[in-house]
C-alpha cells in the first residue's frame, strides 16, 4: 500500500463521512449537492490531516517507537517529520480552502469554526500541553466529528439549526468517539508507559471497555430519541454493534483489537446509512 494511504488511515474516514450523511438526509427537500460536498470534503481531508499530524506530533515525541497499531510513517522510517508534517499542512489547507467556499456560500461564522478545527487537529497531539495526552480526545471528536460536523452540514444546507439537528448529531459524535475509544483501549498498556494519559489510562482498562461500549448503546438511544417512528430501521445494526460490544469486553489486547478499529468505523457508516434513510423517509 502506498505509505500516504497508510498515513492518511483510511479506516477513521467514516467518522467524516457520517455525519455529512446524516445531514444531508436530514435537510430532505433543502438539500444541496454542491454544499453536501463542500462539506464532505472539509470534514474527510480535515480527518485525514489530524491522522498525519498525529503521526508527526507523536512521531517525533517518541510515543509510537513500539506502537501495536498500524504502521505510522515517523516512527516507522518510511517518512521523514518534516514530510508529514507538510502533509497535515496540505491537508488542512485542502480543507480550509473547502471551508472558505462554503463560508461565501453561507455564513463567515464557518470561518471561525473552521479555525477551531484545525487549532483542535493541531493541538491534540501536537504543542507543548496536547490534551490528547490529558484524556480529552473523545470530548473533542464528540465535539467537532459529532456536533459540529452534523450540525454545520445541516446549517449550511439549510441555513437553520433545529434541536433535531443536535439529536441526530448525538450518535454521530458518540460512534465516532468510539473509534478513537477502542484505539485507544489498543494502546493504553504502551500510553501509560510513555506518559500519554488517554481516557482509556486515565479509566482503567475495565472501564475504558465498559465505556467503549457505552457510547455504542447511546448512538442507538439517540436515534430512537428522535420518536422517528423510521429510526427503528437502525435497530438493523444491532447484531454488528453486539458482536462488537462482545469482542470488546471478551478482554483481548493488544493486536486483536486491531480488526475492531475497521469495524467500528464500518458500524458507523452502517448506522449513518439506515439513520439517513429514515430522515429522507420521514
Avoid at 153 to 168: D, E
Amino acid at each position: 500500500m502506498n505509505k500516504w494511504i497508510l498515513g492518511a488511515r483510511p479506516r477513521t474516514l467514516p467518522a467524516a463521512i457520517a455525519p455529512v450523511v446524516v445531514a444531508t438526509a436530514l435537510a430532505g427537500s433543502d438539500w444541496n449537492w454542491f454544499r453536501a460536498a463542500l462539506a464532505l470534503k472539509v470534514g474527510v481531508w480535515l480527518q485525514i490531516g489530524v491522522n498525519y499530524a498525529n503521526d508527526y506530533s507523536d512521531g517525533v515525541k517518541g510515543t509510537d517507537t513500539n506502537r501495536i497499531g498500524p504502521t505510522r510513517l515517523v516512527a516507522s522510517g518510511l517518512a521523514t517529520s518534516k514530510q508529514v508534517k507538510y502533509a497535515a499542512f496540505i491537508s488542512f489547507g485542502i480543507a480550509s480552502i473547502a471551508g472558505i467556499w462554503l463560508s461565501l456560500l453561507t455564513s463567515p461564522l464557518l470561518l471561525i469554526v473552521g479555525m477551531a478545527a484545525i487549532a483542535a487537529a493541531w493541538g491534540y497531539t501536537g504543542g507543548k500541553n496536547p490534551y490528547g495526552y490529558n484524556g480529552l480526545g473523545e470530548a473533542s471528536v464528540f465535539i467537532f466529528f459529532g456536533l459540529t460536523a452534523t450540525v454545520g452540514t445541516y446549517y449550511t444546507q439549510t441555513g437553520r439549526i433545529t434541536a433535531l439537528s443536535f439529536i441526530c448529531a448525538i450518535p454521530m459524535g458518540t460512534l465516532a468517539c468510539a473509534i478513537l475509544a477502542v484505539n485507544n483501549i489498543r494502546d493504553r498498556a504502551q500510553d501509560e508507559l510513555v506518559g500519554k494519559r488517554t481516557l482509556a489510562v486515565r479509566l482503567g482498562d475495565s472501564k475504558a471497555r465498559l465505556g467503549f461500549v457505552s457510547l455504542l448503546v447511546l448512538a442507538h438511544v439517540a436515534a430512537l430519541a428522535t420518536l422517528i417512528p423510521w429510526a427503528l430501521l437502525t435497530v438493523i445494526a444491532l447484531p454488528l454493534t453486539v458482536s462488537i460490544s462482545r469482542s470488546v469486553m471478551s478482554g483481548i489486547t493488544g493486536v486483536g483489537l486491531i480488526p475492531l478499529i475497521g469495524k467500528t468505523g464500518k458500524l458507523q457508516l452502517i448506522f449513518a446509512s439506515l439513520f439517513a434513510l429514515a430522515l429522507a423517509l420521514h
